[in-house]
């Protein structure tokens, strides 16, 4: 049994939201590059998360032609919510569990036992701008009022994963690996309250996605730090082969 991951998905089979701009270079006929590459990769005992931005479709119902598509993937499928997933609702997160009975398993506000341990996460959040760049790129100076908005919403999503850790930790389960799909750091950072979090929790690894483009993939952390080994998974990065993150 081995745990793999990968996310930004952006599928669009029933929404028409974004759809003209997903066809050039690695993004043309992902959806079929990914499929294959999953049934070559991903074993019916192995799990894939999915760390977050899976469907552009507005509503459960738009989304649904996308979620179909990830459960006809092999494997145990675990999602996680991304910034663009609007048809998922955090409130709603056990309403979808129910509904979906397994076939997809959502995580939010919960943990995923894994093994003798528990896979947990949250969307999180980072400050993203806007700055003022000078010479050679550097970083003079940001918007006060969006840098408070974003530490609001970084405590909101910090509250979220202190909810979810405590919970494996009730259960009995150390957490082992830790989901976003924002990265844990902004370029602003060294660390964050989720690297924070994830020292404390005795985490051994942490996923995140959400950073495309040669000129994002290095906006946070990547490889080992302080002892946790930290994965971009976007999908464009990984060129649509799910990371392997446990054997």
Known sequence: MSLYAIGDLHLHFASPLKAGNQTKGIWRNHEERFRR?????????????????????????EAMPDLEYIMRLPGRKVLLRGNHDMFWDAGKTEKLNRAFNGRLTFLQNNFVPYE??????????????????????????????????????????SRRLRRSLD???????????????????????????????????????????????????????????DGICYHLVSGDYLRWIPEKILP
């Not at 701008?129 to 974003?150: C, T």
């Not at 000129?215 to 080992?224: I, K, M």
Request: charged share 25%.
């Open 37 to 61: 590459i999953c049934q070559d990769l991903i074993r019916p005992e192995d799990t894939l998360v999915l760390a977050g931005d899976h469907s552009w479709g507005r509503t459960l119902e």
């Open 116 to 157: 003798d341990g528990a896979l947990v996460g949250t969307k999180g959040y980072t400050f993203e701008g806007p700055f003022q760049v000078g010479y050679l790129g550097r970083i003079m100076s940001w918007d006060p009022e969006a840098k408070d908005h974003a530490d609001l919403l970084v405590e909101r999503e």
């Open 167 to 225: 919970m494996a930790r009730a259960n009995g389960r150390a957490p082992i690996v830790l989901f976003l799909h924002y990265p844990p750091t902004s370029i602003l950072e060294k660390d964050s309250i989720f690297t924070r979090m994830a020292a404390s929790s005795g985490v051994r690894h942490v996923v995140y996605a959400h950073c495309h483009g040669e000129a994002r993939f290095h906006d946070s952390l990547l490889g080992e730090h």
